[in-house]
């Protein structure tokens, strides 16, 4: 066989290798979500206006099953806009209704609640010993199955005493409380209540996928759980700031007061 022929039948198998690698590349390669905006709240009231009420609404009392030692109250002391694009929740070192502490819990329970998708916040975090800032979803049946079954994922919790680390977790059947599933994200030469972050979950029917900046650093599926998987119905959005509770102990005389998380906006995405 002379050269021509050989370079020929050399360039038809490149030819046919390429297409066929190409095809099984385009089918390994996983489909990515198409995020449409469906919900979002970017807190453009006033200065010390209560959140947005067709939006949002309080938790009011104390200890919620965490040994908390604030009261979580509905005023603007505790939740309210700053006139420039943001909500704040402040902890606050006061009597009120017996406690040592104020602090804020909003919630869109009732108002909006969403079955897959990724929920976002962009957010600047309290610090000090005993604080313990959290943007977390809690499945909407609770009412009707209580929790854990219901399912709980948590987006951001921070230690107020690890003010560089921030925590992702799940709560649910066979997985809760000292056994949920967790993992870390920490940020290196830097703090998470020095300037904003966005904290979110991109949420499937078999994975949660957490992000920081939109990196990727823990992934949850079926197979991960010791029990059911109950992460397939309509979850709702809490904003919070707690004062102690044992996942954070106490505050301490390093703990500085008022505490603030700023939240820049929160938005919601459906895979369209």
């Known amino acids: 066989m ?46 010390g206006e209560l959140p947005d009420a067709s939006k949002w609404s309080f938790d009011i009392g104390t200890d919620w099953g965490n040994q908390q030692l604030e009261y979580d109250t509905d005023r603007p002391e505790n939740a309210s806009t700053d006139g420039n694009g943001n ?12 406690r040592a502490y104020t ?11 969403q ?23 809690l499945g909407a049946n609770i009412d009707e199955v209580s929790w854990p079954q219901c399912g709980e994922i948590d987006i951001m919790e921070l230690r107020g005493q690890e003010p560089s680390i ?25 703090r998470f209540d020095s300037d904003f972050h966005i904290f979110a979950v991109e949420w499937g029917e078999d994975y949660i996928n957490y992000l920081v900046d939109d990196e990727v650093y823990y992934t949850i599926t079926p197979d991960d759980l010791n029990g059911e998987w109950v992460f397939d119905h309509d979850f709702f959005i809490i904003l919070n700031v707690a004062v102690g509770g044992n996942y954070v102990g106490f505050p301490s005389p390093q703990t500085p007061f008022p505490q603030t998380m700023t939240v820049d906006y929160v938005r919601v995405y459906k895979d369209m």
């Open 87 to 98: 909500l704040v929740i402040t902890a606050r070192e006061e009597n009120f209704a017996g």
């Open 115 to 137: 079955t897959y998708g990724r929920f976002e916040a962009r957010l600047k975090t309290p610090f000090g010993p005993g604080l313990w800032p959290a943007f977390w979803l």
């Open 166 to 190: 921030i925590h992702g977790s799940l709560h649910g059947p066979g997985n809760f409380g000292g056994d949920a599933l967790t993992a870390s994200y920490s940020l290196t030469n830097d």
């Open 2 to 47: 002379d050269n021509k022929r050989i370079i020929f039948f050399a360039c038809i198998c490149l030819l046919f290798s390429g297409l066929f690698f190409g095809a099984c590349n385009e089918e390994d390669t996983p489909e990515q979500p198409n995020w449409q905006l469906v919900w979002q709240d970017e807190f453009d009231g006033a200065a």
């Open 103 to 113: 602090s804020a819990r909003i919630k869109t329970q009732g108002k909006f609640e």
